[in-house]
């Protein structure tokens, strides 16, 4: 089957770094996204892996690890702006989006 | 680049009558959108893939005849919420694909509409 996890909920600190976690499972795999929604509104795409490896855009970073269905996305130098949901989602094998249930992340001054 | 626009972004509607909400990608061509639900804290849930020229592909547990899609050109699919209840009220986004860019391209999305049904 198909599943695709990550925390329900992350607090972090302005200024600092945190990492959220998503691990899946499934037998076809064309990549993996991330995407930042606020709340009220629609996401918007981060970051797009589908080879092993780190991807790094700005403060924003993401890694993938195929063999162990793991990626994470890195922020760095954290905002208040930041404060936002995090939706992972992998792509199957008939290219459909898998999505997981999102992280809300919590900047804390 | 890459524009997803959706309308309206909130509308308030009786029970019972229907609502049309539209989707247009407004610098690229997409073949196929994607209608979603959100509803608070949750996460998006896909009802159905819409398709150019053809007949739109629905979720599990999600009513045909009462989402109606249309999707007549390669730039504007709607989503028509008909004989509305409350238990309808939710967030509705769109999303597309650029269609040149490839399968695995990431989705623009629209900027939701959020419906509320009294």
């Known amino acids: 089957g198909q599943n695709i996890d990550q925390p329900t909920e992350m607090t972090a600190t302005e200024g600092a770094i945190v990492q959220i976690n998503c691990t899946y499972q499934?037998?076809?795999?064309?990549?993996l996204f991330w995407y930042q929604q606020h709340a009220g509104e629609a996401p918007t795409f981060l970051s797009y892996?589908?080879l092993d490896g780190l991807e790094e855009k700005g403060r924003f970073s993401s890694f993938l690890s195929r063999s162990k269905g793991y990626s994470y996305l890195l922020l760095k130098e954290l905002q208040m702006k930041d404060s936002a949901s995090y939706l992972c989602?992998?792509?199957?094998?008939?290219?459909?989006?898998?999505w997981g249930a999102g992280t809300k992340l919590i900047i804390k001054p | 680049g890459a524009v997803v626009s959706q309308h309206p972004s909130r509308v308030i509607c009786k029970s019972g009558t229907s609502v049309k909400i539209e989707c247009r990608s407004l610098d690229f061509q997409a073949t196929t959108m994607f209608w979603y639900r959100q509803f608070p804290k949750q996460s998006l849930m896909l009802m159905a893939t819409s398709n150019e020229g053809s007949k739109a592909t629905y979720e599990q547990g999600v009513e045909k005849d009462k989402f109606l899609i249309n999707h007549a050109s390669l730039t504007l699919s709607t989503l028509t919420v008909t004989s509305a209840h409350p238990e309808d009220s939710s967030f509705y986004i769109c999303s597309a694909r650029d269609h040149y860019a490839g399968e695995s391209s990431p989705l623009h999305f629209g900027n939701g509409t959020r419906l509320t049904v009294t």
């Open positions: 989602a992998f792509m199957d094998s008939n290219y459909q989006l898998i």
């Open positions: 892996n589908v």
């Open positions: 499934t037998s076809g795999f064309n990549g």
